[in-house]
């Protein structure tokens, strides 16, 4: 039977040692050899009809542990999530400590949960930050200069942008370095491909915005942690303020869409546009404050 520990780490990251016994490794071993051998073409063989002894000639080893670690890993990490109370955002990541043969099997998991979120005086601090903008307004109310449409937009805009930074000024929450990590793999994956598209390699493009690969990465980086801390802290006051998402309001925003499959495509996402609904109504919370 295998043992566990758990160790809670800075910014709500849980780190998850392992010990698997041999004897489970190599049960577990079995199993996967089992489910290759099915998918396995040996000459003279049907498919996956090859004798064990045959097959184990033909079969990595390192691709059935690799297969193991693919299918009975996952169950202990959900037993464990599910023991412990855990409530992971994000996949786990995975580290082999070590996974020698004939040894039990020591393996280390770490999962972030949701950051702790203390909004602190955020009401105040909107008020505030909109007086502030009201202030500097391009226009008056009083004065003989006629509001253009373009500058009532950027009024708005500067509201909006000053009650975000008031938001988020009056309250404190660590985002998970996993999540962070995990966001600006993916984002510099994507950036790559991108760029290659249009015939650049990622140092040219870097050089041709005159920045370095660190400044880029810590650029992306601290975009990345603003948006999710801004992200936990609407749901933080959504959830204080009992903001709600009524079944009428999503019903809505189906029947306004009249090609089929667009809204069968909103039907089967119906919790992402609740979401989605959730946050903007937060959002008109904040600026009306």
Do not use: C
Request: charged letters at 35%; glycine letters at 2%.
């Amino acid at each position: 039977m295998y043992t566990h520990t758990i160790k809670k780490l800075p910014k709500n990251t849980i780190e998850i040692n392992l010990s698997i016994p041999w004897n489970d490794i190599q049960d577990e071993y079995k199993k996967a050899f089992a489910v290759i051998q099915k998918d396995t073409s040996i000459e003279g063989f049907r498919k996956g009809k090859a004798p064990k002894d045959i097959a184990e000639k033909h079969i990595n080893k390192e691709d059935v542990y690799q297969k193991l670690l693919q299918t009975y890993v996952p169950t202990l990490y959900s037993e464990i999530v599910k023991k412990e109370g855990l409530k992971p955002i994000i996949s786990p990541r995975l580290e082999l400590k070590s996974a020698a043969e004939n040894k039990n099997w020591e393996l280390i998991i770490r999962v972030a949960e949701i950051p702790t979120i203390t909004l602190g005086k955020y009401v105040e601090a909107v008020k505030a930050a909109k007086k502030e903008v009201a202030k500097s307004s391009i226009w008056v109310p009083g004065k003989d200069k006629e509001v253009s449409k373009e500058d009532l937009e950027k009024q708005n805009q500067a509201e909006f942008q000053a009650v975000l930074a008031a938001t988020l000024a009056a309250t404190t929450v660590e985002v998970s370095d996993l999540i962070v990590e995990d966001e600006l793999n993916q984002r510099l994956s994507r950036m790559v491909d991108d760029v290659q598209k249009i015939g650049l390699t990622m140092e040219k493009y870097l050089e041709s915005k005159k920045i370095s690969k660190d400044d880029f990465k810590n650029q992306i980086k601290q975009e990345i942690i603003e948006t999710y801390k801004m992200e936990f802290v609407l749901q933080k006051i959504a959830d204080e303020q009992k903001i709600q998402v009524e079944k009428e309001e999503l019903e809505k925003i189906v029947s306004s869409v009249k090609d089929p499959k667009e809204r069968d495509a909103i039907v089967k996402n119906m919790y992402y546009y609740a979401s989605l609904l959730r946050k903007q109504k937060t959002l008109d919370y904040l600026s009306s404050l």
